[in-house]
């Protein structure tokens, strides 16, 4: 099973851009559908979107206008850009990964909390 | 979007006491239903993956049951590492969506 490990600032100001990265290792980022989904805090899971190694995506119509999730083969990497953020945005962001777009969800990165707040 | 309803909010169990965990889909939505455990400060972890299918190395008393609309996931002689919350999950179409989750603490 893949080992994943998310990366970035864990604190971004109102209206700015939060971007994490999620490195995979221990295995191919080939043929796999790749995810981020979140948890505010004392919450639920929320689905944001998955990239499939082609660059294919699917996001949540939710979040679908402030949201890009992207691959980069090369790196073992892919990312995650959500625009415009909010307190709203605040939570724990997980990478995840699933073998297909209809699967369960078999790996999970260890998460990072980002706060928004000035 | 398919919104799935958990019952109980929260539940407190004695040991070895059994659990049942019920997850209702507001559509049918088959078996691809899946169920995970996330203790606190960690990440959601497979339990049991289409309604019904285990997961190795997770251990036995850990079942699910369901298809359509109706899925249970049931804790056989709990134990006080199963202090966790519990969340369903279904895959069968876009977007996922997540239950908002059981917590069960030991008595």
């Known amino acids: 099973q893949v080992q994943l490990q998310e990366s970035g600032p864990g604190l971004v100001k109102p209206s700015e851009t939060l971007s994490l990265t999620c490195t995979v290792s221990g295995g191919s980022i080939s043929s796999y559908y790749w995810s981020w989904i979140r948890q505010p805090p004392g919450k639920g899971l929320e689905w944001i979107g998955y990239v499939y190694y082609s660059g294919s995506t699917n996001y949540n119509p939710s979040l679908k206008s402030r949201v890009t999730i992207s691959i980069d083969t090369s790196k073992n990497q892919f990312s995650l850009n959500l625009t415009s953020v909010t307190a709203a945005d605040t939570a724990v962001y997980y990478c995840?990964?699933?073998?297909?777009?209809?699967?369960?969800?078999?790996?999970w990165g260890q998460g990072n909390l980002v706060t928004v707040s000035s | 979007e398919i919104v799935l309803t958990q019952s109980p909010d929260f539940q407190s169990v004695t040991p070895k006491e059994k659990v049942t965990i019920t997850c209702r889909a507001n559509q049918t939505i088959g078996s691809s239903l899946h169920w995970y455990q996330q203790k606190p400060d960690q990440s959601p972890k497979l339990l049991i993956k289409?309604?019904?299918q285990s997961i190795s190395g997770v251990p036995s008393r850990f079942s699910g049951s369901g298809s359509g609309t109706d899925f249970t996931l049931t804790i056989n002689s709990l134990e006080a590492e199963d202090a966790a919350a519990y969340y369903c999950h279904q895959s069968s179409s876009l977007p996922v969506t997540f239950g908002q989750g059981t917590k069960v603490e030991i008595k």
């Open positions: 289409y309604a019904s």
């Open positions: 995840a990964g699933q073998y297909s777009s209809s699967s369960c969800v078999d790996s």
